[in-house]
């Protein structure tokens, strides 16, 4: 059974530029979170699409977007990219709504120069 | 803002002997606390989880102690071995407020052989 499946793994950006991160979940999973993670802030919730809405939004500013197509899988995009978006991106996956038994992936390493 | 307190930040336990990582949390509405298992270079992966209406789960040479009047929950890692050397985080969901889990800081694991 094949995992939730993130690329690319490692990025490398200019302060200012934007990218764009893919998420592929689960087969059967048709709710999609994604996660920002850094060694100051620790884990950070940016948003959760089920059936192709967002159903949920953190504390991010608006350069920070994301949709989900409809085979559930996911893209979040940055947009005018700062040093400090420097993370580790990390997509979850999960059958129903909410939380519950997240899959993980092992992320996208964003650096941001 | 919602909180999630983990301690240690690190730890250190000789082979077979009993990791303890701590957690306490502030909003009484969260219903559902998971514990996460991380690797260098891979994602969170779910150790555990735990409601609040029991007090204590336990899967193998892991249990979740869970004291709902003091807002505190543990892990506990029985017989701790090489290959638990991880960081490991707690996490908190209230399912009411949306979906998305609250983490803890984390607790960078190593098990002396």
């Known amino acids: 059974k094949a995992g939730v499946t993130q690329t690319p793994r490692y990025l490398i950006k200019t302060r200012g530029q934007q990218v764009t991160l893919s998420c592929s979940p689960i087969?059967?999973?048709?709710?999609v979170s994604w996660y920002q993670q850094t060694p100051g802030q620790g884990l950070q919730f940016l948003f959760e699409?089920?059936?192709?809405?967002?159903?949920n939004k953190g504390n991010f500013p608006g350069r920070f977007s994301g949709r989900q197509f409809s085979n559930s899988r996911s893209e979040m995009n940055v947009s005018t990219l700062e040093l400090g978006d420097s993370a580790l991106y990390l997509c979850?996956?999960?059958?129903?709504?909410?939380?519950?038994?997240?899959?993980f992936g092992s992320g996208t390493r964003l650096t941001v120069v | 803002q919602q909180q999630v307190k983990q301690s240690p930040q690190s730890l250190i336990v000789q082979k077979g002997g009993i990791s303890i990582i701590n957690c306490a949390y502030e909003?009484?509405?969260?219903?559902?606390f998971p514990w996460y298992q991380q690797f260098p270079g891979k994602g969170p992966a779910l150790l555990i989880a735990?409601?609040?209406?029991?007090s204590e789960k336990k899967e193998g040479r892991f249990t979740i102690s869970f004291n709902k009047s003091a807002k505190q929950f543990s892990l506990h890692i029985m017989d701790s071995q090489p290959g638990d050397s991880a960081t490991y985080f707690c996490?908190?969901?209230?399912?009411?407020?949306?979906?998305?889990?609250?983490f803890g800081g984390g607790t960078r694991l190593m098990v002396k052989p």
């Open positions: 979850a996956s999960t059958r129903e709504q909410g939380a519950y038994g997240y899959t």
């Open positions: 087969s059967g999973h048709r709710s």
């Open positions: 699409y089920f059936s192709e809405t967002q159903r």
């Open positions: 909003n009484t509405a969260f219903d559902y």
């Open positions: 735990i409601r609040p209406d029991v």
């Open positions: 996490a908190a969901l209230d399912n009411n407020a949306g979906n998305m889990l609250t």
